[in-house]
């Protein structure tokens, strides 16, 4: 009768190399958890119109470690006579990171000719980012009108990582809640497997999930490579979910979100993670921009202590 140890002696193996395979064979090895920096994104403060200098300074004295820039903004101050170099320069000197930044080419619509304009216009923006410093860039699906075929999007969001690859700033895969045609990710998800590619990244964001209704239990199923950049912000629980705008967002830790099983998840994905401020709220708009600031980050730190 052939017996689990008669198998064993048959391939010459001892119960002492059996009991310590565990010990010393190539199993699993343990992840390591993911290290968390700080970032403002500076739609938080546009409110106050502080100017792109204005936003560096604030965020610098705030205590962050980067900063997120919106690419009109970056796109205004040039073209008021400032130059690239010196711009690049002012970045180095106040020590913060240019971790990524906010566009609006349209690269995912249907219309061929709008598509390819949309592909110019990032192609022209990567370059500028990464003549900054900036190796990343949000790409949301501006200008989509219609309902998206997610097999073509996949393919559009490929061609947009190899021109990621040709300029070195790389597309971060961006949702929005309360969009028809991309609010999900689920849809996120299926774009990502279609353009079947290592470099895929996403771009989630704690208002995004909930509005959109995508909850946060798929965070799970992301792995520490996939998502770089978390849009952080909160939500109120007395706005029914499909009421509520950008302007409703609120401090983190404020609102309702589950924000401890969110960063122990963003914390068990592993790789690094740079948690950045994103708010549009009108309110905070009218207050003091660097208290504005510090408030923000002094409450991401501490939730950030509490996992």
Known sequence: MTTRRNVIKALG??????????????????????????????????????????????????????????????????????SVVGLKKYLGDSGLKFENAIGFAPWMVDDDEKRKAGMVQMEQEMELLASLGCNRVAAPAAGVTAPLDLFKAGERYKALLDLGRKTGVMPQLEFWGAFPFFHHLGQVLMVAA??????????????????????????????????????????????????????????????????????????????????????????YWKQDALSVAKTGLEKMRNLVQKI
């Open 13 to 82: 193996l001892t119960t002492g190399v059996v009991a310590t395979a565990g010990v010393f064979g190539a199993g699993p090895k343990k992840r390591k958890e993911s290290q968390f920096s700080f970032c403002l994104n500076t739609s938080t403060i546009t409110g106050q119109k502080p100017g792109l200098i204005g936003y560096l300074d604030i965020a610098a004295k705030a205590g962050y470690d980067g900063v997120e820039l919106w690419i009109r903004d970056i796109q205004e101050y040039l073209a008021a006579g400032n």
């Open 194 to 283: 279609v353009a079947n590619d290592p470099d895929t990244r996403i771009l989630p964001d704690v208002y995004h999930l909930f509005r959109g209704g995508s909850g946060y239990d798929g965070l799970k199923m992301l792995n520490g490579k996939t998502v770089e950049i978390f849009h952080m912000n909160d939500f109120v629980a007395s706005i029914p979910r499909e009421d509520q705008a950008d302007k409703d967002r609120v401090y983190p830790g404020d609102g309702a979100a589950p924000m401890k099983e969110i960063l122990i998840d963003l914390k068990n994905m592993g790789g690094n993670k740079v948690l950045s401020l994103e708010l549009f709220n009108q309110d």
